[in-house]
């Protein structure tokens, strides 16, 4: 499926949810691209899972914020990797540092930034551990498997809704 119908198809999937995220948090590393940052070279030309881009595309159609919180040895090439896909200006926040302390201070960061609650955000990440810490946040958080897909994007979007039914 290409970009243009991924977005469409992320597009009628977002129209039938009854509360949207006000924020969307991704990892990087094995959930928007599959590779470890600190394994590839800034001279790489680097890809992201088939359908993260037009994901992230419908989401910014929507009016919907992103965010990236990345745990990586590495920010230089992340960022540089951002750049080259032309993807870094649709996130309102980018945390991509080492952390001991799961992803928790991430969402801090990003939480003083943008001032959204933590019930208002929707986070998908590849390790159960960054799942597991953020959600004790109030974060609905989503384990990929094998990167953002529409499946993985559709249950995030359900989970959401049914945990903030009751909030606007």
């Known amino acids: ?9 992320a597009l009628r ?5 009854e509360v949207l995220p006000r924020l ?10 599959p590779f470890y940052c600190e394994c590839r070279s800034k001279r790489e030309k680097p890809s992201l899972y088939r359908d993260a881009k037009g994901i992230m595309y419908a989401l910014r159609d929507k009016g919907v914020d992103m965010a990236i919180a990345s745990r990586s040895p590495t920010p230089d090439i992340a960022n540089t990797f951002l750049d080259k896909l032309s993807i870094k200006s649709l996130f309102v926040a980018t945390e991509i540092f080492s952390s001991w302390s799961h992803k928790t201070e991430h969402f801090q960061n990003i939480q003083r ?17 960054n799942i597991d810490s953020v959600s004790k946040m ?31």
């Open 1 to 9: 499926m290409g970009e243009e119908r991924v977005k469409e198809e």
């Open 24 to 33: 969307v948090v991704f990892d990087l590393d094995y959930t928007l691209w």
């Open 138 to 168: 109030g974060v609905t958080s989503v384990l990929v498997e094998n990167g953002l897909n529409l499946d993985m994007f559709k249950l995030g979007l359900r989970n959401f809704a049914s945990s903030n039914s009751n909030q606007e």
């Open 113 to 129: 930034r943008t001032n959204i609650p933590y019930k208002s955000m929707l986070f998908f990440d590849d390790e159960d551990r």
């Open 13 to 17: 999937i977002m129209s039938v949810i």
